[in-house]
């Protein structure tokens, strides 16, 4: 499949997907002197971005069935480099809302953990204004694989 799409689409470029997350994570925090982490919510897997400035830390895809997996995994992963729960910024987006079991497990164990915003950049229309800043993030984000 892969080889005949290169026959028909001679321009085409193939991005994995997480490529546009971690991308704008790094566009986002370029100006941090800390590491910041940044999870992505979807439905059976999260992803995790590690940042610190403009470098990638690292990058990590997660299957999970419930919240106390992504908290098993995002600490783990947090205590392999070293990364104090009790100080570290980590922001949530995608599939998780402020009454999930995700946030309110995330809350007991991390102490700076927040919502993420909508990209800068980009003019949404007012439809956009009932769902959470946090929601959809991927959808906004695909441009940067093409800029």
């Given at each position: 499949?892969l080889?005949?799409t290169?026959n028909?689409?001679k321009?085409?470029?193939?991005?994995?997907?997480?490529?546009?997350?971690?991308?704008?994570?790094?566009?986002?925090?370029?100006?941090?002197s800390?590491?910041t982490?940044?999870?992505?919510?979807?439905?059976?897997?999260?992803?995790?971005?590690?940042?610190?400035?403009?470098?990638?830390?690292?990058?990590n895809?997660?299957?999970?069935h419930?919240s106390?997996?992504?908290?098993?995994y995002?600490?783990f992963?947090?205590?392999?480099?070293?990364?104090n729960?009790?100080?570290i910024a980590?922001r949530?987006y995608?599939?998780i809302?402020?009454?999930?079991?995700h946030?309110?497990?995330?809350?007991?164990y991390?102490?700076n953990?927040?919502?993420?915003?909508?990209?800068?950049?980009i003019?949404?229309?007012?439809?956009?204004?009932?769902?959470?800043p946090h929601?959809?993030?991927?959808?906004?984000?695909?441009?940067?694989?093409?800029?």
């Amino acid at each position: 499949m892969l080889e005949e799409t290169g026959n028909r689409f001679k321009n085409a470029s193939i991005f994995h997907a997480g490529s546009a997350f971690i991308e704008s994570q790094i566009r986002l925090n370029k100006l941090e002197s800390e590491a910041t982490v940044s999870v992505l919510i979807r439905n059976q897997y999260f992803d995790v971005v590690i940042t610190q400035g403009s470098d990638l830390k690292l990058y990590n895809s997660y299957r999970y069935h419930s919240s106390e997996d992504i908290m098993y995994y995002l600490l783990f992963t947090m205590e392999q480099l070293q990364l104090n729960p009790d100080q570290i910024a980590v922001r949530c987006y995608g599939e998780i809302e402020k009454i999930s079991s995700h946030w309110m497990l995330a809350r007991k164990y991390i102490r700076n953990i927040s919502m993420g915003e909508r990209p800068d950049g980009i003019i949404y229309s007012y439809g956009f204004e009932k769902y959470s800043p946090h929601q959809y993030y991927p959808l906004f984000i695909q441009t940067l694989c093409v800029s």
